[in-house]
């Protein structure tokens, strides 16, 4: 059983019958009958298989849009840090997507969809992914309440998606001074453990689900987990030569390319409209609403960081603003499947309003070196949107939201601080002072990241 | 008049700017420079194939003093870019026949 869960009802009774059969009129005109819009199946079986692929080739189009948010990620995280460092910033992205994939593949799978009975805190259906390579989901029952129209490999492909995005947060928090190696180390842990079973305590029907815990697309689930790991990374690897001077006062490192950092946030723009219209697993007419809610939620989230960056940093600060609206877009992810356009609005701009000072506060009061935000946008985002499914849907309980946040905190706090625990015991976290001064992209990957323009004797006389 | 010019490894430009503050230079002109000396340079690889990058980047230092004060700015150069690593740089001093603060029309040690 795989699902996530559509709570709020409002949203779900929306869907349309797609199946009305066209009639010809009298006078030739072409008219549709009249349809029950709160069916969504109906007509022959032909009909319906029909919309069941809807529904999967919408699922495979949102899920290469939120694959796009690694090219995102990477821009934003490379722009944001200094030009000696861009190859492996670059290199991170790229390879916690492709070792997330398959370890995700592997066991994150079976952890994060355990089957059973439900309810349980953790469970392991076993390796791999059973029923990858079946076409249509079997069509019995389709016109039923409940009936789920993905196939494994639809929704496989999606979910992995997620996985990716999850472990790709962490890479900005730790920037600039990570071992190569444990960053790959870190990946397995996080796509192979740590994310799946948080996954599966809500979308894979576990205790969080039971209770009535409300988190359409993931802020708690992806961007909270992601966000607490960024957090106990980069606090355990420690800040950057120079972030803070003798006097424990922060300094800036101004990031080496502004253009490319919000070319970077423009992408996750673009990526959350299937990150969250795609958490939908249907294509049915709640997509657009969700797309409204998560556009207005990410536009009032880059104002509420404009207003908060003019009033604390005197200055309407760029990347602050890219930073608010990526704080909108993570915190309306939970909320966005039930929510109203004013609550929707409100949540996105109070979540950028908050990332300005938050940033601060990791850096002023927790001394912690976060180059991108990370921590700030999606841990502190993914908490402010938990919290306002709580006030603003009906049948969410604030209570219940807490507690979800409360264990995604205390679980991945507990496992990622063992793992980054164990990669600085045993020397394998950080570089060297001389790798981190001369940059990661040569002492890591050779050469780098902007190389120099060649004019050897040979170029030269050629 | 003296013009000291130092060419030292550039994560040592903070150590070398707040040693000479320290020491009541007034300012300072810096440059960013290639260069080669005994370090030489190294290989980086690049899809499989080595070059050469044969200039290593510096930080070129440069401060008027009085003759009185050469001695003092060197010494403090010195103790703030030494690592005790190949390539900490080298340091050189030059006569100056005029100084003027565009300013003011100052010239000589006033303008310093």
């Not at chain 1, 190696?181 to 870190?186: D, E, G, K, T």
């Not at chain 1, 850096?363 to 946008?377: H, N, Q, W």
């Not at chain 1, 020397?427 to 060649?454: C, F």
């Not at chain 2, 044969?54 to 008027?64: C, G, N």
Request: with cysteine; net charge negative.
């Amino acid at each position: 059983m795989r699902w996530k869960l559509l709570t709020g009802g409002g949203l779900a009774t929306t869907a349309m019958l797609l199946a009305a059969s066209p009639v010809l009129a009298q006078d030739g005109d072409v008219v549709v009958e009249e349809v029950d819009l709160y069916v969504r199946f109906g007509g022959t079986a032909a009909d319906i298989a029909q919309t069941v692929i809807l529904d999967n080739i919408f699922i495979f189009i949102a899920g290469v849009l939120v694959f796009f948010m690694q090219a995102g990620f990477a821009l934003l995280a490379s722009g944001l840090t200094r030009a000696k460092n861009s190859s492996n910033m670059m290199m991170k992205s790229l390879m916690d997507a492709a070792l997330g994939v398959l370890v995700f593949a592997l066991v994150g799978w079976g952890l994060a969809y355990p089957g059973g009975d439900g309810g349980a805190w953790f469970g392991f259906a076993g390796w791999g992914i059973p029923g990858l390579m079946d076409g249509l989901p079997d069509l019995a029952g389709a016109t039923e309440d409940g009936f789920y129209p993905l196939s494994v490999s639809s929704d496989f492909f999606f979910q992995a998606a997620f996985a990716a995005t999850a472990a790709t947060i962490v890479a900005g928090a730790v920037a600039e001074r990570t071992k190569f190696v444990a960053y790959l180390a870190y990946t397995v842990v996080i796509t192979g453990f740590i994310y799946p079973v948080v996954v599966s305590w809500q979308w894979g029907g576990g205790w969080l689900a039971e209770r009535g815990f409300v988190d359409f697309a993931g802020s708690g689930l992806v961007h909270l987990t992601g966000g607490i790991a960024a957090l106990v990374g980069a606090a355990l690897i420690g800040p950057r030569i120079g972030k803070f001077g003798a006097d424990g006062k922060p300094r800036a490192i101004p990031g080496h390319s502004i253009p490319l950092a919000m070319t970077g946030v423009f992408i996750l723009f673009i990526g959350f409209f299937g990150f969250n219209p795609g958490s939908a697993l249907q294509a049915d007419m709640s997509v657009p609403v969700i797309a409204v809610l998560t556009l207005f939620a990410a536009c009032a989230g880059a104002l509420g960081a404009l207003v908060s960056s003019w009033a604390l940093l005197k200055k309407p600060d760029t990347s602050m603003a890219g930073n608010g609206l990526l704080a909108g877009l993570v915190a309306i992810c939970a909320g966005v499947g039930s929510m109203d356009v004013v609550p929707a609005i409100i949540t996105g701009f109070v979540a950028g309003l908050i990332v300005v000072p938050a940033v601060l506060l990791i850096e002023r009061v927790l001394k912690v070196d976060d180059p991108v935000g990370a921590v700030s946008v999606h841990a502190v985002s993914g908490l402010v949107g938990l919290i306002a499914v709580g006030i603003f849907v009906d049948e969410a309980s604030i209570g219940t939201q807490l507690l979800g946040a409360g264990a995604i905190i205390v679980f991945v706090g507990i496992t990622s601080g063992i793992l980054f625990g164990i990669l600085k015991a045993v020397g394998i976290l950080r570089v060297s002072a001389e790798q981190e001064i001369e940059g990661l992209d040569v002492s890591e990957h050779g050469a780098p990241g902007y190389g120099p323009d060649m004019l050897t004797p040979a170029a030269a006389t050629a | 008049m003296q013009l000291i010019t130092a060419v030292i490894k550039p994560h040592q430009l903070d150590a070398v700017k707040e040693g000479l503050k320290s020491i009541g230079v007034a300012g300072i002109t810096i440059s960013e420079v290639k260069g080669f000396g005994r370090q030489g340079g190294h290989t980086e690889t690049y899809r499989g194939a080595e070059y050469a990058v044969e200039f290593i980047p510096k930080v070129k230092v440069e401060v008027l003093a009085a003759p009185e004060d050469t001695t003092k700015v060197t010494d403090a150069i010195t103790a703030a870019a030494a690592t005790g690593k190949i390539g900490d740089g080298k340091i050189w001093v030059t006569p100056v026949s005029e100084v003027i603060r565009i300013r003011t029309g100052e010239s000589g040690t006033d303008a310093i």
